[in-house]
């Protein structure tokens, strides 16, 4: 359930942002009925109908997702807030001055603030980020939890640089399909390996005589 509810947003996005790019005369004018008054100039064009709504989409269920949460007496981790915070305000310059600019660097700025938590958590607090996430599930020697920190900090850094080549080197559309499923697919890949990884080093547990 959790799961679904981390990628709702994201599969919204995609899904409203398809949806009008098939009608875009039809998405502009929704789009200015319903948001004009938040739009610089009052109208939204054909072109950028598409990616508009899909930012007014993804914000909403965004703000829904942690109502859902805090009504629940659920914790709201975090980065979900960082995501909030950012969608909002990068999502907001996206729709007042209808550019998908600023909704395209969204990813990589969140990408960047994750890698530098994991890099900045064991220089500012002497704690392993990754190890107090985990720690109580997984038992592994010191180096590994370092290495595995490294690793996620170049991987988050890496999707930052890849999410902007993919926004600029090709059209928005091809940018939000990489956005909903390039990203969860190569977060994915990088889960499985860090597992594997992982594996190798686990204590065995008492009476395993493997």
Do not use: C
């Not at 989409?57 to 979900?80: P, W």
């Not at 010191?142 to 490294?150: E, K, M, P, S, Y």
Request: hydrophobic share 55%; aromatic share 14%; proline share 3%.
């Amino acid at each position: 359930m959790k799961i679904l509810l981390d990628f709702l947003p994201i599969v919204l996005f995609f899904l409203t942002f398809n949806q009008a790019e098939k009608r875009p005369d039809e998405a502009a004018a929704l789009a200015t009925d319903w948001f004009g008054f938040m739009v610089s100039g009052g109208a939204v064009g054909a072109k950028e109908a598409p990616v508009l709504l899909a930012t007014v989409v993804v914000i909403l269920a965004t703000v829904l997702q942690v109502l859902y949460l805090k009504l629940r007496g659920q914790k709201v981790d975090t980065m979900l807030w960082v995501s909030l915070g950012l969608v909002t305000v990068m999502g907001g310059a996206t729709i007042y001055f209808h550019s998908e600019t600023f909704i395209k660097w969204k990813p990589s700025v969140l990408y960047w603030v994750m890698a530098a938590a994991f890099w900045l958590s064991p220089i500012l607090s002497g704690r392993n980020l990754l190890k107090m996430m985990m720690g109580e599930q997984v038992e592994l020697p010191g180096f590994v939890w370092r290495n595995l920190n490294l690793a996620w900090i170049g991987f988050f850094s890496l999707m930052g640089v890849l999410n902007l080549w993919i926004a600029y080197s090709y059209d928005t559309s091809t940018w939000v399909t990489f956005k909903s499923f390039g990203g969860m697919g190569l977060m994915l890949v990088f889960m499985v390996a860090q597992g594997i990884y992982m594996s190798r080093h686990m204590k065995p547990a008492e009476g395993d005589e493997s």
